[in-house]
């Protein structure tokens, strides 16, 4: 009797489903029809009841879902290694706010967008939050590439090249959304830049529109130190108290860094289910300090993990993120069973999926969700002996040996060859973009 | 006229010298003879002066001086991921020790080793500090690999699978010595295991072979509360105290982790000239602390970079390390200045070979130092676009891009392909091993 026909199905060594058990199992399997997955349990029985039209044999592999990277700025790829080993504040307005001011523009984002597409889905990423001027162009750059996206429109009180004020910028913001409505991979939310570079007036309309819409907010929340002590000097308070009183703090909310909180605050985030998105490298690259992410997973508050953007990390690795959180989650506690690769390998995949609202469509290997898989390549001598294949994902550097990444059953990246981006093109785009930026802050100098 | 003869000229993209000058130059070469490097400067003018048997265009690639892992237990690769997210004195007497126990033996330390070497050689690193059993073995086997090495025999007071006590390891350690004193790329040195593992009187005997034949000794030094703890409970003083009175803090002293130190104790290890090696994954991992390199920097102490054992890490990739050690320096300091890439790349591979005594031999591309050179290729999506080859070396993640290295002029990696060792059957014996100690751990329980 021949089987249910799927489309494909997946031969791996071993599977991370991460839910509903997020535990490895060897030789098991993926079936995938119409773009979701169908089935998921030992290979042999998925060969016997269903009949699929191509089998990818991952003999080698880690097959898991594709990683959520909760936080960044896509095109900022163009500025990586352009502004080093400087503080936040120097690093912003001696160097980044400068060369965005000279050179951001749609040509600009495209590029920038790309590239970091490249690298992201290089390194597993099937699904990223974005926050950056002309967000028309990531979005349609997302699409165009068939990654899963968060596009939070920028909201910022300094007119820019995207828009010259906030009307503006809430008005192609929100034709933004109008416009993706019905795209499945892509979905627009509101990104305040913070409280900080927000009038009090733009908050409020940012979660008039966010409640009314039913649309996610994403800002930066008490990065480091400075920040917070600007809150209390002009309001007497911090910003979390700041967004606590104008009803901001609420389940639609992803807090960014949170690394300056106090336990009162942990409590006050927990109380109202804010979403909270770590970025490790770029907190301890800025001297930020650490998100203290233990505190808020014993408070209850879902933890996700973002890159930021590639001009203060400098990589868009997921994986990277999730072995520093681990390894700062048993520094800051002192206890080293704290941050378990289980739990990180949870906070890269599912717990992102849960702060951008889309933990029903993708986030773990489950019938019915979307297929949003990548396979690690673990035929590597730093892969060897395995005992514990979800250790070695988190603590063996995984990004380097991503092999294979689908998207909602699209390959995206094939035995490492990309198949929606031309890279030779995209590298050579990229190049013109150095020089034009090297060449403008030499003539600056 | 014809230039003179050299076996081979690497022409180089960006290169990374490290010494005299710790900038990255453009379209420059190197030019090696009978291992050694001859000239490095501009590739037009190193083609004019000599006619080379061969050349290595390395065109995407910046070269630099090989890595040196001044920490580590190359054979524990058999045991990495085998006891997870414990804390130290736990990971040791619980897991650690009970497997070494059962398993060391002159066949594993000889997988084990030839395992790390692998992947060693794959991440950049071209010299390699071990402590660890049957050190004959590890010290053949670097030779064979042809990888440079200083090989710390252990000094520690329980019977091992080695030595019953350390009448014998002390023996053996000599006798290794006396075999290796006319190996060019293998140093032995003394590896006391720590100052709460080893007699005072075996201290006293270390510090005096040591001196008699201009040995170095390697020790692991206050690598968390609870080790410093038992020293102020037992003796009254700290460890560091300890050593200093018997005469052992000296320029000849490796103090490996230094993760709990006083300003008091920091002022003294530089006043005595002590060598420090940071491991910061393995001390994150088992939260053991972190070690204050800024300070010891401050002091005018020279610190290098080890991976540990990979039981504790999970990698030996030795990139890796200095990211993290560049994070960790600007947040311990709250300044993003502090750590800067160039500062890394000197702790990596200058810093690393002073530490080990080995600076006039290996740690920059200076002439007439030995061809222990590696060339990392950054045609990558995440290394586009490039401003400054040193910080995207450093916080780019460069390991899993290293394509080239040489040691001594021989060519161990050849555009990834190991020339000195049988990878698939490396790969085999590595999985009977991991059998035979998964199958005990299962017997155990």
Redesign the interface.
């Known amino acids: 009797m021949p089987g249910t026909h799927v489309e494909l199905i997946l031969n791996c060594r071993w599977l991370l489903p991460v839910a509903p058990v997020n535990e490895a199992v060897e030789h098991a399997g993926v079936a995938i029809d119409n773009g979701r997955i169908v089935a998921v349990g030992p290979i042999d029985a998925l060969f016997e009841r269903f009949a699929p039209n191509r089998i990818v044999d991952l003999g080698h592999h880690a097959v898991l879902p594709g990683l959520v990277n909760a936080h960044g700025h896509a095109a900022m ?2 500025l ?3 502004a ?5 504040q120097a ?1 912003l307005t001696d160097d980044i706010w400068p060369l965005e001011t000279a050179h951001v523009s749609p040509d600009f984002v495209q590029t920038g967008t790309e ?1 970091a597409l ?2 992201m889905i ?2 597993g990423t099937t699904c990223f939050s974005d926050m950056y001027f002309f967000p028309e162009v990531v979005a349609r750059c997302a699409k165009q590439v068939g990654m899963r996206a968060q596009i939070a429109f920028p909201v910022i009180k300094f007119p820019n090249a995207w828009c010259q004020d906030t009307d503006e910028g809430f008005h192609k913001g929100l034709a933004l959304h109008d416009d993706f409505r019905n795209e499945p991979l892509v979905t627009i939310a509101f990104g305040p830049h913070s409280a900080y570079t927000v009038t009090d007036a733009d908050l409020e309309r940012t979660l008039m529109y966010s409640e009314e819409l039913g649309l996610l907010v994403q800002t930066h929340l008490h990065e480091n130190q400075a920040e917070v002590a600007e809150a209390h000097e002009r309001l007497g308070h911090s910003w979390i108290t700041h967004l606590h009183e104008r009803g901001m703090l609420n389940p639609s909310l992803q807090a960014v860094h949170m690394t300056q909180v106090t336990e009162a605050e942990i409590e006050l985030i927990a109380e109202h289910d804010v979403q909270v998105v770590q970025c490790p ?1 770029s907190n ?4 930020c ?2 998100c203290p992410t233990e505190d808020f997973h014993a408070a209850g508050v879902n933890v996700a993990l973002g890159t930021d953007g590639a001009a203060s ?5 997921l994986f ?1 993120e999730a072995r ?1 959180a ?3 989650a ?2 800051t ?9 289980q739990q990180l390998l949870y906070r890269a995949t599912l717990g992102g999926a849960k702060a951008l609202g889309m933990d029903a469509e993708t986030g773990s290997l489950e019938v019915g969700k979307s297929a949003d898989i990548i396979a690690v390549d673990l035929d ?3 892969f ?5 294949p979800i ?2 994902i988190i ?3 995984a ?3 991503v092999s294979h990444v689908w998207v909602a059953g699209q390959c995206l990246y094939d035995d490492r060859t990309f198949t929606t981006l031309a ?1 030779d093109d ?2 050579s785009r ?2 013109n ?2 020089s034009r ?2 060449d403008g802050r030499r003539s600056n100098r």
């Not at 990390?313 to 690795?317: A, G, I, R, S």
């Not at 506690?333 to 690769?341: L, V």
Request: hydrophobic share 45%.
């Open positions: 790829t163009l990586r290694g352009s080093e080993d400087k503080p936040l690093w590239l490249a690298e290089s390194f490298h301890l690259k800025l001297a300090g650490i990390n400098n990589t868009l690795d990277a520093l681990a390894l700062l048993k520094h506690t002192g206890n080293a069973s704290a941050g378990s690769s590597n001598a730093a060897f002996p395995m005992y514990d250790s070695a603590h063996g550097a990004g380097a040996s890279v995209l590298k990229v190049r973009w150095q930026i090297r």
